[in-house]
């Protein structure tokens, strides 16, 4: 197996995970806690999209997918390409509020396509790249990548089991 074939295929699994994790979701569910504090269903696929989508494009050279069109505002948010989510306050992920499960899907979606187009571009040496010095070592693409991956994965997860505390 080559390094393009193995990445895609990690990549590739996202998007039938999203739509799995949010079909059929109202827009209350989407924005639903199980307590406060906890992030909801809706917050959690968006912030793992703009995760990708700005690391991606930090790593492209290009513009987010996030930036274009009306994709913000079907979440009720401003197109601030410097919002991911990271770090945010209960109140902050209060505001990110799908207007229905398909807009998630549909941004996940675009995200991913462009995911796909970048990885297929990829020849193995390319992974050695340094592509953020400010870490100690420095960060490659190999593991940049690995990275977005790891954290799509787990807040995909966490996306699914609160699912399933609201829809059993």
Known sequence: MDVDDLLTGIYDQLPDLVDAAVDGLTPEELCRTPRPGVNPVGWLVWHLTRIQDQQVAELLGADQVWVAGDRAARFGLPAD???????????????????????LVDYHRAVAERTRAFLAGLRPADLDRVVDESWDPPVTLGVRLVSIAADDLQHVGQAAYLRGLLRP
């Open 81 to 103: 390409p410097a919002d991911t989510g990271y770090g945010h306050t209960p109140e902050q992920v209060a505001t990110v509020r799908p207007e229905s499960a398909q807009a």
